[in-house]
């Protein structure tokens, strides 16, 4: 079954129907929405399918009218003994890449109509032409005819720890759902296990093949890596019931007391590593039940090309996580830390998170102030939290406008190049000529340090 379960309790019976005696027919609430529980699961076996099955045995068991919309067993003996007996709704089949895939028959549900519907894997992706593109959007279907739906979902379908669950595992996961789907779930319990007890599920077998548990134990089912997956989970779980306004907190103060409202600012570059900043940022604003912005500063021209596409995808990461994005203008690389903070403060931000390359020895050599440096003297209170991010294909840093900064212009680069086919003792004479005098003397201190040691 379920394990330790963590969970906000309702007497869900009492919710759904009242049953009008003499007659024996149950009566829904007029216009009511449906019940939405979904078991969070840390890894495959931790046991959520049976969680969910079970259930619906025991409601079912209670004379609560229950279906199983959707269930994947894959032949584990522990599933598929509690699907037997309950009652499931026929799946439709589409074709999908030369066969036969099945889905959800969401019409056939809202057809059949019962009290509770019972959807496994609540981040599934629907193959084309169906209903929708993924799982959890026909769930919403149902909870819309006042259905109450029992689901599933894996920690790692989440979409603000995808990359940090792919980090762990070694495997990126393709089909994820927006956190914000998952934290609006009127329960959300976690199917809790020790990472010791899945391993003996593995190794008996009751989770994949004997030839495949033991590549899997060695793999990512190892210790260390469970542990590092229900941490996440229990982090996770822990920031949603912090985050729950309906949440009995003694003392506090009501709306508009003065208590500031946490704002994290994810300050994007344009570059690939915007995905790994706004995910970071989002983890942050859940785990203080803050909001989420996003905030790209362009060029006066805007964008470029080749940074749309990217934007694009960023914007929309950022509104499937609950976030805002924003497009700031700026005159120049030398503005951007005066846009950002202005922005900043214009929104009541209190944390900004910036990405940064790792810088090389001889990047050392020719020191330049950087922009998150620039924000952290300037930032009057706000907190700053500095990502390593991998260095991008023109080696540029790669945080909020510094890998515009870092592209040189044709007479820099012809500068240079001239310094590299000068002799050292020339090199103090160029910088002089060049307006970095104040360079020289460090510079010319190193090289007679360089001679000297060779």
């Given at each position: 079954?379920?394990?330790?379960?963590?969970?906000?309790?309702?007497?869900?019976?009492?919710l759904?129907?009242?049953?009008h005696?003499?007659?024996?027919?149950?009566?829904?609430?007029?216009?009511?929405?449906?019940?939405?529980?979904?078991?969070?699961?840390?890894?495959?076996?931790?046991?959520?399918?049976?969680?969910?099955?079970?259930?619906?045995?025991?409601?079912?068991?209670?004379?609560?009218d229950?279906?199983?919309?959707?269930?994947?067993?894959?032949?584990?003996?522990g599933?598929?003994?509690?699907?037997?007996?309950?009652?499931?709704?026929?799946?439709?089949?589409?074709?999908?890449?030369?066969?036969?895939?099945?889905?959800?028959?969401?019409?056939?549900?809202?057809?059949?109509?019962?009290?509770?519907?019972?959807?496994?894997?609540?981040?599934?992706?629907?193959?084309p032409?169906?209903?929708?593109?993924?799982?959890?959007?026909?769930?919403?279907?149902?909870?819309?005819a006042?259905?109450?739906?029992?689901?599933?979902?894996?920690?790692?379908?989440?979409?603000?720890?995808?990359?940090?669950?792919?980090?762990?595992?070694?495997?990126?996961?393709?089909?994820?759902?927006?956190?914000?789907?998952v934290?609006?779930a009127?329960?959300?319990?976690?199917?809790?296990?020790?990472?010791?007890?899945?391993?003996d599920?593995?190794?008996?077998?009751?989770?994949?093949?004997?030839?495949?548990a033991?590549?899997?134990?060695?793999?990512?089912?190892?210790?260390?890596?469970?542990?590092?997956?229900?941490?996440?989970?229990?982090?996770?779980?822990?920031?949603?019931?912090?985050?729950?306004?309906?949440?009995?907190?003694?003392?506090?103060?009501?709306?508009?007391?003065?208590?500031?409202?946490?704002?994290?600012?994810?300050?994007?570059?344009?570059?690939?590593?915007?995905?790994?900043?706004?995910?970071?940022?989002a983890?942050?604003?859940?785990?203080?039940?803050?909001?989420?912005?996003?905030?790209?500063?362009?060029?006066?021209?805007?964008?470029?090309?080749?940074?749309?596409?990217?934007?694009?995808?960023?914007?929309?990461?950022?509104?499937s996580?609950?976030?805002?994005?924003?497009?700031?203008?700026?005159?120049?690389?030398?503005?951007?830390?005066?846009?950002?903070?202005?922005?900043?403060?214009?929104?009541?931000?209190?944390?900004?998170?910036?990405?940064?390359?790792?810088?090389?020895?001889?990047?050392?050599?020719?020191?330049?102030?950087?922009?998150?440096?620039?924000?952290?003297?300037?930032?009057?209170?706000?907190?700053?939290?500095?990502?390593?991010?991998?260095?991008?294909?023109?080696?540029?840093?790669?945080?909020?406008?510094?890998r515009?900064?870092?592209?040189?212009?044709?007479?820099?680069?012809?500068?240079?190049?001239?310094?590299?086919?000068?002799?050292?003792?020339?090199?103090?004479?160029?910088?002089?000529?060049?307006?970095?005098?104040?360079?020289?003397?460090?510079?010319?201190?190193?090289?007679?340090?360089?001679?000297?040691?060779?």
């Open positions: 079954m379920s394990g330790n379960g963590i969970e906000a309790t309702h007497d869900m019976a009492a759904i129907t009242t049953q005696e003499a007659a024996g027919t149950t009566y829904r609430a007029a216009n009511r929405r449906g019940w939405l529980r979904i078991y969070l699961g840390y890894a495959p076996g931790a046991g959520t399918t049976s969680a969910l099955l079970g259930e619906g045995r025991r409601r079912a068991e209670q004379g609560t229950v279906v199983v919309a959707y269930a994947e067993t894959h032949g584990r003996p599933p598929s003994a509690l699907l037997a007996g309950l009652e499931v709704v026929p799946p439709a089949r589409m074709p999908y890449r030369g066969t036969m895939a099945e889905e959800m028959d969401v019409a056939a549900v809202l057809a059949r109509r019962p009290q509770v519907a019972l959807v496994d894997e609540f981040a599934h992706s629907n193959v032409g169906g209903r929708h593109a993924t799982r959890w959007q026909d769930v919403e279907d149902l909870l819309e006042g259905i109450d739906v029992i689901s599933t979902v894996g920690i790692g379908n989440l979409d603000s720890l995808a990359d940090v669950v792919e980090k762990i595992t070694g495997a990126a996961l393709r089909q994820t759902v927006p956190d914000p789907v934290r609006a009127d329960e959300v319990e976690l199917v809790d296990l020790a990472p010791e007890a899945l391993r599920r593995m190794a008996c077998g009751h989770i994949y093949a004997p030839w495949e033991e590549a899997a134990l060695g793999g990512w089912f190892r210790i260390g890596n469970l542990s590092m997956l229900r941490e996440l989970a229990l982090l996770w779980l822990a920031a949603k019931l912090a985050s729950d306004p309906q949440r009995y907190r003694p003392g506090r103060c009501d709306s508009g007391s003065g208590h500031a409202r946490e704002r994290v600012v994810a300050a994007l570059g344009g570059g690939p590593e915007g995905e790994l900043l706004i995910r970071r940022a983890r942050i604003a859940d785990r203080c039940g803050g909001d989420l912005l996003a905030v790209h500063a362009a060029g006066p021209g805007g964008p470029a090309a080749a940074d749309r596409a990217v934007l694009t995808a960023h914007r929309q990461l950022t509104e996580l609950g976030g805002t994005y924003h497009q700031l203008t700026r005159l120049t690389d030398e503005d951007v830390p005066t846009t950002l903070l202005a922005f900043a403060h214009a929104k009541n931000a209190t944390q900004l998170v910036f990405g940064a390359t790792p810088r090389t020895w001889s990047a050392g050599l020719w020191p330049r102030t950087s922009i998150s440096s620039r924000v952290i003297r300037r930032g009057g209170g706000i907190g700053v939290h500095i990502v390593t991010c991998a260095p991008t294909a023109d080696s540029a840093p790669s945080a909020s406008g510094e515009n900064q870092g592209r040189r212009t044709t007479q820099q680069r012809r500068r240079t190049v001239t310094e590299l086919n000068t002799p050292r003792p020339g090199r103090v004479r160029l910088a002089a000529r060049w307006g970095r005098r104040r360079s020289a003397p460090v510079r010319a201190t190193i090289h007679g340090r360089w001679a000297s040691w060779r």
